[in-house]
């Protein structure tokens, strides 16, 4: 280019262009079909791909349609204390890309005992619940259960079975889920994990009984969705995901009750060597869970 042409007769000049001369709002148009972590790589061009990548039209068809209740909870965990009376507070975020980076960090709450985050690539909403959130039965009896400090849970606390008769785990969930569809998973591992000589070892000498009966996992939602599903539980060392079921949300902005559960109540043996971390809950089809297994 910068040589003249001919155009209807005429000698026009034509000097040379490049992605700089685009104009934001073209840019912004293309930006629309990359996913998140695409819209960041290209913001390094130039100024105006980096002035279209935080544009707020780009963002909004990335941020979940619920992004305002989600945005408000994890406001709500920004402005609580630091644990010496301290209060932080937080200046509520306007831009768009402010937000989705915010709740792509998780986002604590109910005492800490449940966390949310979206994933960075597509912006589905994934959830955990920690053994501590959870009935369980004979919890406070040392003979049966210890809460075990470890670098494996995202809530740095696992539920450790010893032994028992009669195992019940179950909890409840009320949130507002984006629209879509979602799988619940128990993340469990047997036997007990430790570090020796900065090497993880695993002990198993108390894994029994779970290959006698299958374990049933149950779930059910506030509006009369059902789900079931039972296992035998094994893979000693690892920790593993085990799909209860799947649910659909239709309204985004509809508060849904969750209720789960694990049971394995046949009293004729004992069983013991578990561990119980989480409930997680991931959008249907998501599969980037550090977990060595997915029982679906």
């Known amino acids: 280019m910068g040589t003249g042409s001919s155009l209807l007769g005429a000698d026009v000049e034509w000097g040379e262009t490049s992605l700089g001369d685009m104009p934001e709002s073209c840019v912004a148009a293309v930006l629309l079909h990359l996913d998140p972590p695409e819209i960041c790589q290209v913001a390094c061009l130039n100024r105006a791909f980096r002035g279209a990548t935080s544009a707020d039209c780009v963002w909004a068809g990335k941020l979940p349609a619920n992004y305002r209740y989600l945005a408000a909870l994890a406001a709500a965990a920004d ?17 768009k890309k402010e937000i989705y980076a915010r709740l792509c960090r998780p986002t604590p709450f109910d005492a800490g005992t449940k966390e949310f985050w979206i994933e960075k690539n597509k912006g589905g909403l994934c959830l955990s619940i920690s053994s501590k959130a959870m009935a369980i039965t004979g919890i406070d009896d040392r003979r049966y259960w210890s809460h075990l400090v470890t670098e494996e849970s995202r809530f740095h606390s ?22 879509g569809s979602y799988s619940l998973f128990f993340r469990l591992h047997l036997g007990r994990a430790h570090r020796r000589m900065g090497r993880r070892v695993c002990g198993t000498e108390l894994i029994h009984g779970w290959d006698i009966r299958p374990t049933r996992f149950q779930l059910s939602t506030s509006d009369e969705q059902q789900a079931t599903s039972e296992y035998y539980l094994d893979g000693a060392g690892s920790w593993i995901l085990y799909h209860v079921g799947d649910f659909v949300i239709s309204n985004s902005d509809e508060l849904i009750s969750l209720k789960f559960s694990m049971m394995q109540i046949d ?18 089809g998501y599969r980037r869970e550090k977990a060595n297994r997915v029982y679906m």
């Open 79 to 95: 402005d609580e204390g630091d644990g010496d009376g301290n209060v932080k507070r937080c200046s509520p975020l306007s831009i």
């Open 158 to 179: 696992v539920a450790y079975l010893q032994q028992i008769w009669w195992l019940e785990v179950s909890g409840e969930l009320d949130f507002c889920f984006p629209a």
């Open 267 to 284: 009293c004729t043996h004992t069983k013991g060597g578990l561990c119980v971390d989480s409930v997680v809950i991931y959008p249907k």
